[in-house]
């Protein structure tokens, strides 16, 4: 809806947000499925294409700032010290937008929510009514601490009255204001003008604004949101557990909509950057965070966390943690396994379990079954290591590289003490500790000889007389 392009959308991000009890994370760079309540509300708001998008930030703004600078180059801030109310924060914005003319979209930096489709629905509603002002509100079960929407006998609304100001009959109205609005900015200028301080904060409520046009004579409108849930402020930590279980609840039911198969949403938690083909099944107790993919025809879970790591088509990964990892197609992956940065399983390549695996490359149909350490190594295709294998790859003070060419065998327990290479076709004896490259198609041995000592056992129960040492002297 291109008409309803705004001219400018505020973000109101000052305040302190006291009731976080943070003192290292300003109230809205607190995250909610890997995006911050700031980064939420800027994605939402940024799809409209506003002309300018601004944050006021005050509380803590070094670090508002910075996050905004990485996060999106077309945001600018706007510093509002001291914090005087949301209303003196809209005024302090409007300043430093001077030849600002047209529509005016106010959100709050901490009700992270609100979707794209709504804010179009209340520009809609106020290009539609011809408004000055036009109120988001939503109905509420309990609409204890937001300022209610109080109208007249016709329903048309006549003020907003924040909870600490309202009566008790103020109070009883489900209606309430989510902070939201929009405004024509010429109003909106002529009523800030126009705020007091005469309130129980003492600050200047941009919520009075609404009175102010009422008063006038101007068109107010309100838009009563489709989805009540969508406006919830975040003021403490609990209300910030709330506000992510309804998030991913929303996120979810759009993949399962999308043609993913999700078991059991309530302990399946999506990041809403991470990317699900259809067809694609996550068992029960599964996190996906950051960059995840995951393809069509993988299954991944139960129990599996999976940080910035793309899973190939077909390929399953069964209770494991994989940070940074290229999963290839059909591969497999568990139970126990610890897939680390820069670990890529090629195609049908398996990593099973116990196995921790680290910056290193697994060719197609290669196989690490069971409890061993592969790190810095570069596998082949087709190659099989042998249980409890270590690719020893830090000497205490530098870490060194390993190479397995195609179709080797590692023997189990074999120590691959790098740099060393093991050529195409090669075997290692089990419980060799490798020094020395091995050529293709050798077996490589380094192990002591073992030789049987007979009657030992008989011998040492004879000789001894303390019970409790029999058997741990060596011979
Ligand atoms: C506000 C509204 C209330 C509404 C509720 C919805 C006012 C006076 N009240 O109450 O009607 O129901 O939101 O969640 O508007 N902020 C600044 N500068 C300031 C003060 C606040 O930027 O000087 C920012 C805060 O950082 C926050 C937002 O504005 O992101 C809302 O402030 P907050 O103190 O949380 O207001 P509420 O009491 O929740
Ligand atoms: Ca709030």
Request: include cysteine; aromatic fraction near 2%; charged fraction near 20%.
């Amino acid at each position: 809806m291109t008409d309803s392009r705004p001219a400018a959308v505020i973000v109101l991000a000052a305040g302190e947000g006291t009731r976080m009890r943070s003192a290292r994370t300003p109230k809205v760079l607190h995250e909610l499925l890997g995006r911050t309540m700031l980064g939420h509300v800027v994605a939402a708001n940024r799809a409209l294409e506003p002309d300018h998008l601004v944050v006021v930030v005050g509380h803590a703004r070094e670090q508002v700032q910075q996050y905004l600078a990485d996060l999106d180059a077309d945001v600018t801030t706007v510093v509002q010290e001291p914090q005087n109310g949301t209303g003196h924060a809209v005024q302090v914005a409007l300043a430093e937008l001077p030849e600002l003319t047209g529509t005016v979209v106010v959100v709050l930096g901490d009700a992270p929510l609100l979707t794209t489709a709504t804010l179009r629905d209340l520009l809609e509603v106020h290009r539609r009514t011809g408004a000055a002002t036009t109120v988001l509100s939503a109905v509420v079960d309990d609409a204890t601490g937001y300022g209610r929407v109080v109208r007249d006998v016709a329903g048309a609304v006549v003020s907003i009255v924040e909870h600490r100001d309202a009566d008790d009959a103020v109070r009883a109205i489900s209606e309430i204001n989510s902070g939201v609005f929009a405004f024509d900015s010429a109003r909106l200028r002529e009523a800030l003008a126009q705020l007091t301080t005469d309130n129980v904060q003492g600050e200047l409520y941009l919520t009075d604004v609404v009175g102010l046009h009422r008063s006038a004579g101007h068109v107010v409108s309100a838009h009563v949101a489709a989805a009540a849930y969508e406006v919830m402020g975040v003021n403490d930590r609990v209300q910030l557990s709330q506000a992510r279980r309804l998030l991913n609840d929303r996120v979810v039911a759009e993949h399962q909509r999308a043609g993913v198969t999700v078991l059991d949403p309530q302990t399946t938690w999506i990041d809403v950057q991470v990317r699900i083909e259809a067809d694609a099944t996550l068992h029960p107790g599964c996190q996906l965070h950051g960059s995840t993919t995951v393809a069509a025809g993988a299954v991944v879970g139960p129990d599996t966390t999976l940080v910035d790591t793309e899973v190939g088509p077909d390929a399953t990964v069964l209770r494991a943690h994989c940070v940074g990892a290229v999963i290839g197609q059909a591969a497999a992956v568990g139970p126990y396994t610890y897939l680390r940065p820069g670990t890529r399983l090629g195609r049908a390549a398996k990593a099973g379990g116990f196995v921790e695996i680290k910056a290193s490359t697994l060719g197609e149909g290669s196989k690490v079954p069971h409890l061993s350490y592969v790190g810095d190594a570069v596998i082949g295709a087709r190659s099989n290591i042998g249980a409890a294998t270590v690719v020893v790859n830090y000497d205490g003070r530098d870490k060194h590289r390993t190479t397995i060419g195609d179709d080797v065998r590692v023997g189990s327990d074999t120590m691959l003490v790098a740099p060393v290479s093991v050529g195409d076709g090669a075997y290692t004896a089990a419980g060799s500790v490798i020094t020395e490259d091995v050529p293709a198609g050798a077996l490589g041995v380094g192990r002591a000889r073992q030789r049987n000592i007979d009657g030992w056992v008989a011998r040492r129960r004879g000789t001894s007389t303390d019970p409790a040492n029999q058997g741990d002297e060596q011979p």
